[in-house]
T-cell receptor
Framework: EAQVTQNPRYLITVTGKKLTVTCSQN?????MSWYRQDPGLGLRQIYY???????DKGDVPEGYKVSRKEKRNFPLILESPSPNQTSLYFC??????????FGPGTRLTVL | GENVEQHPSTLSVQEGDSAVIKCTYS??????FPWYKQELGKRPQLIID?????GEKKDQRIAVTLNKTAKHFSLHITETQPEDSAVYFC??????????????FGQGTILTVHP
């Protein structure tokens, strides 16, 4: 089954404790992206990647890191999480500039 | 950078009526404009998209129009049904040129269709 998976789905952590949210797709898509969704603000792009080892900043990259060492994986790293990073995070992938397939989301709470 | 404004933030209609959601964008280099539907507790899913070389696109009850000169695009849903109730997001891809992928989303419209 073609899909985008994210782990964990839910995470409660404390300020400053490094964490990684994994994202994987099995559709051989070149493009992958991370978004955060906050009430009233819609979906805001954090980082995106057009291919292996090619990443670029979205609109809200501060406090986040990404890497794209393999085509199928695009982890999101929070080196020192803060409460303002409490949000719902979505990973997405696509074949070029086309329909993006979203993962199920990761609800992160930073205390 | 790109700025996408979406209106209205909430829209309530009776079943069978039409619904229109409008978006404006700021970057004239944007060339791809998708619309996503997000049902409660679920992930966003593409419902229709349009590229800058096309003025209108239809898919059954939904249509999108694009006015490049005015930098705005709209989603039209006809004969609305209760299952159309969801949050709708517009977006603009403003990576520009041969690049792509820098998507900026609007703030979302909560559409409620009353039976």
């Amino acid at each position: 089954e073609a899909q985008v998976t994210q782990n964990p789905r839910y995470l409660i952590t404390v300020t400053g404790k490094k964490l990684t949210v994994t994202c994987s797709q099995n559709m051989n898509h070149e493009y992958m992206s991370w978004y955060r969704q906050d009430p009233g603000l819609g979906l805001r792009q954090i980082y995106y990647s057009m291919n292996v080892e090619v990443t670029d900043k979205g609109d809200v990259p501060e406090g986040y890191k990404v890497s794209r060492k393999e085509k199928r994986n695009f982890p999101l790293i929070l080196e020192s999480p803060s409460p303002n990073q409490t949000s719902l995070y979505f990973c997405a992938s696509s074949l070029g500039s086309a329909e993006q397939f979203f993962g199920p989301g990761t609800r992160l709470t930073v205390l | 950078g790109e700025n996408v404004e979406q209106h209205p933030s909430t829209l309530s209609v009776q079943e069978g009526d039409s619904a229109v959601i409008k978006c404006t964008y700021s970057d004239s280099a944007s060339n791809y404009f998708p619309w996503y539907k997000q049902e409660l507790g679920k992930r966003p899913q593409l419902i229709i998209d349009i590229r800058s070389n096309v003025g209108e696109k239809k898919d059954q009850r939904i249509a999108v129009t694009l006015n490049k000169t005015a930098k705005h695009f709209s989603l039209h849903i006809t004969e609305t049904q209760p299952e159309d109730s969801a949050v709708y997001f517009c977006a603009a891809d403003n990576a520009g040129g041969t690049s792509y992928g820098k998507l900026t989303f609007g703030q979302g419209t909560i559409l409620t269709v009353h039976p």
